[in-house]
């Protein structure tokens, strides 16, 4: 027996000592190329096996491997995958994945892309495999929607039609560019995501820096910049077929091609899809067709030239009337109602639509000047061609709220009876349409050119300077769609061509121009040593206004262009980063800047004779504080935020005793947004990753306008005006927001996320010039929360790579307001609309 004992104690001590001797412990650290930083869940595999781990928040890792030699394969979504030899325990160092893009590290300067614990802002980034993987039907902003300070939704329900607002500020006030070029409207300021449908296809990361942000731009944003940077071209030769099924005849099918980077340094990537469906709500059906091309050429070490091209043609039904809540409850269909489409011929018909086509096209130049110095620049041109449906002529589509019952409606609620109509207008023969359906075009063209020059003064000091170039000419105008069985439709609003029978494609009602010249310029200074990051910027803008008007002038007046009215814009921002330790780190940033008022003040009247050209430009301070945490299980961050807006573009207008119409500016509309915020990611296990956030905000319109005198040229008072809304609280999104996710790899081929949105403090939106005397707070909407859920796996499809994804949305079929506008302060003057019900979609790619 001690024998046997003995043989076994040698037997369980060379078993372990043969265990022991064929593992190796790894470590090292995980960089990314095209921010330096460190890239936390990058997987980390021993070949062969399905031994693995995943970085910390860091970019640190450490693995036992299963034998005393091998290789290790390093993988991460948007980086090219590295294989590491290893026979020995030991630390490999700093590891720097390159981007899988070529051109992707040049594309971040003009970008102007947030360094984790180095620059001084509020930021969250989404990656592409995040986008992937939540995306499904919902609308790109909506990807956003668990970042702190972001509300979004899907405003109406037509296809690209959603919205986001940044710290309460519309999309007026937040910034939204693609790869460095600004895209909100040159004359409104506004985002169309319309025109960027299939833009979540070539997205490889997508960024929101909040408050003044870290953008090189000449004048910043009010709530904050969304930084879209696209995919530019792979650096491995392969491509991808994808499909995406969904809820109400959701489909889309795509395909990707990449020729890799070639020894000549040249490479390009193709991109296409196309998507339709019957939409969720009523009477939103859509279709598009996106693209999507990079070519890019390493001419020498020191100059790389790059093509970009992107775009989507799309066409959707819309729903743009929002209605009472008792309306929706009586409606058949509930939250899918829609007042604002019919059937002509057994055909849909869209009172309402909209349709747009607006390529981005851009040439980027990268010169490596020398070891210490870089330009780069980007040329773009942009022309828009589409508009939104509509009708002109005698409004045959209402209805009674309360009953249901309309004249040309097909029973109560219905949708509208188009035939009827057209029946009428046939009927009156030679005497034209007393109805039509008309297209607002808002057509335009626009080019600019960005340039970033940054050189190293020392090996601390880094100094940048830009210029931004644009030339926008938006061209407005209705024309006839459809005459609905008349034979011509009468307009008399045209001075060149009075009394005109119209017909399909004629323009109608107006036609003008609006045109905007920008000039800016920015300089930044930077510092960054050991562990203290600061920077410093200066910018000034000169926006220029002018318009042509072909309906209410002569072709003979010289009236009918006006001259440029010019407005100067400035801005001063800094802010410090300082690293406490490895684990902590603290900053701020404070900036003031004024910033042009849109083309709509400008020329309130839509004419060219009544010029606003004293209109104030709109003046804002913001600061903020913020806390950072980083280890190797938990990142958070807290800040807490200020911004004062000063001059809300507000004026009034009147007659002179000469019976010329002039206007008042009045200053002083202001507004305080301040708030705090909070996030963080968890990761107790390798496999699990839980995320957070909370959004707390305290937005309220400043101060009460009170007897603002209205006189004339020779100082008799014509009026009074008061605005009376202190301590109202801004409307249109959600004050209150929290989220919690979780993300958990049930293998190494299959991740499961669930995530939970919660929206509070949601006041309904009203225009504070219409407040002119005490009022209660606008209607408070519910708050409602709403769980989302995603699983992608990961598999073999003969020779190829393949990911199915599964999707499903608002899981419990929550039904809340997403929308709405203040009637009296009450839920019954409220006009609203409903968030999507349950929706879901399944989604496979297969990688050749």
């Known amino acids: 027996m001690k024998k046997i004992s003995q043989f076994v104690l040698v037997f369980v001590v060379m078993l372990f000592t043969s265990v022991t001797f064929s593992q190796s412990t790894i470590t090292g650290k995980i960089l990314g190329s095209d921010f330096n930083g460190p890239l936390p869940g990058v997987n980390i595999l021993e070949k062969g096996t399905t031994n693995g781990t995943s970085t910390n928040f860091d970019g640190n890792f450490s693995i036992t491997t299963k034998e005393a030699s091998g290789e290790l394969v390093i993988s991460y979504v948007g980086y090219v995958s590295q294989t590491i030899a290893f026979n020995a325990s030991k630390d490999l160092g700093t590891i720097t994945l390159m981007v899988s893009d070529v051109g992707l590290d040049e594309v971040m300067i003009i970008a102007s892309v947030a360094v984790d614990r180095k620059t001084p802002v509020a930021v969250s980034t989404v990656k592409a495999d995040q986008i992937e993987l939540k995306l499904g039907t919902q609308e790109f902003p909506e990807v956003l929607k668990s970042t702190p300070g972001v509300y979004a939704t899907k405003q109406g329900g037509g296809y690209g039609d959603g919205r986001i607002n940044l710290r309460g500020f519309n999309s007026e006030n937040v910034a939204v560019m693609i790869n460095g ?4 409207d040159m004359e409104n300021g506004r985002v169309f995501w319309s025109n960027w449908a299939g833009l979540g296809d070539v997205t490889s990361s997508m960024q929101v820096q909040r408050g003044l942000g870290a953008a090189k731009v000449a004048v910043p944003s009010v709530g904050g910049t969304i930084n879209i940077i696209s995919k530019t071209t792979d650096v491995e ?16 099918f795509g395909v990707t091609y990449s020729t890799g980077l070639m020894d000549n340094g040249f490479a390009a990537t193709v991109s296409a899809a196309k998507t339709d469906g019957d939409g969720f709500v009523d009477g939103t059906e859509f279709n598009a067709v996106s693209y999507f091309i990079n070519i890019s050429k390493q001419i020498n070490e020191n100059h790389k030239l790059a093509f970009t091209a992107f775009g989507a043609k799309q066409r959707h039904g819309q729903r743009q009337n929002r209605h009472s809540i008792e309306t929706f409850r009586k409606s058949e269909r509930d939250i899918k109602f829609n007042s604002d489409w019919g059937y002509r011929n057994g055909q849909i018909t869209f009172q309402e639509d909209n349709f747009y086509h607006k390529p ?10 020398n070891d210490k110095s870089k330009l780069s620049t980007a040329a773009y041109v942009s022309f828009g061609t589409g508009g939104g449906g509509g009708f002109r002529g005698v409004n045959k589509f209402g209805f009674d709220p309360s009953t249901g019952i309309g004249e040309y409606r097909d029973g109560l609620y219905g949708p509208i009876d188009f035939d009827r109509i057209a029946q009428e207008n046939e009927d009156l023969g030679v005497n034209g349409s007393e109805t039509i359906l008309r297209a607002s075009r808002n057509d335009h063209k626009w080019y600019g050119v960005l340039s970033t020059y940054q050189t190293d003064l020392t090996d601390e000091l880094v100094l940048l300077g830009g210029l931004d170039f644009r030339y926008y000419k938006g061209i407005h105008f209705q024309e006839v769609t459809d005459l609905l069985g008349g034979q011509y439709y009468l307009d008399d609003n045209d001075v060149n061509n009075p009394n005109r029978q119209t017909r399909v494609g004629d323009k109608v009602n107006y036609d003008n121009d609006g045109i905007v010249n920008w000039i800016g310029g920015f300089t930044q200074l930077e510092y960054s040593k050991d562990k203290l990051a600061a920077f410093v910027s200066l910018a000034a803008s000169n926006t220029g206004y002018k318009r042509v008007d072909r309906f209410n002038y002569l072709d003979s007046d010289p009236l009918q262009t006006t001259g440029t009215s010019n407005f100067f814009g400035y801005g001063v921002k800094g802010g410090a980063n300082y690293n406490l330790d490895d684990n902590h780190n603290v900053f701020a940033n404070l900036g003031y800047f004024e910033k042009a008022p849109f083309f709509r003040a400008v020329y309130p009247e839509f004419d060219n004779e009544n010029i606003n050209d004293d209109a104030p430009n709109q003046k804002i301070t913001s600061f903020e504080l913020g806390y950072g945490y980083r280890s190797d299980k938990l990142s958070a961050n807290v800040n807490v935020y200020h911004t004062r807006w000063n001059d809300r573009t507000e004026f009034a207008s009147f007659q002179t005793q000469s019976n010329e119409l002039a206007f008042v500016n009045i200053l002083g509309v202001d507004a305080i947004h301040k708030g705090i915020e909070i996030d963080f990611v968890y990761r107790p296990w390798d496999n699990l990753r839980i995320t957070g956030m909370a959004s707390i905000g305290d937005w309220r319109w400043g101060n009460n306008v009170e007897n603002v005198e209205i006189r004339d040229e020779e100082q008799n008072l014509i009026d009074t005006v008061d605005i009376i809304i202190e301590d109202l609280r801004v409307g249109d999104a959600a004050q209150t927001t929290f989220a919690l996710g979780a993300n958990y790899d049930i293998g190494p081929d299959t991740i499961l996320t669930v995530d939970y949105n919660y929206f509070a403090d949601l006041y309904s939106d009203f225009d504070p010039s219409d407040r002119g005397t005490v009022g209660p707070q606008a209607w408070k909407v519910p708050a409602y929360g709403i769980f989302d ?16 994804t599964g999707r499903i949305n608002n899981i419990f079929n929550t039904e809340y307001i997403a929308d709405s506008q203040d009637g009296d302060g009450t839920a019954q003057g409220a006009r609203v609309f409903y968030g999507f019900g349950r929706t879901f979609s399944v989604g496979a790619k297969i990688n050749f």
């Open 789 to 804: 859920t995603a699983m992608r796996h990961n598999f073999k499809f003969g020779n190829f790579d393949a990911t199915l």
């Open 181 to 184: 070029v600004p895209v909100n």
């Open 360 to 369: 981005q096209i851009s040439l980027n130049h990268y010169w490596n000047i």
């Open 237 to 252: 030769a392969g491509g991808n077929f994808y499909t995406t099924l969904g809820n109400d005849g959701f489909k889309k």
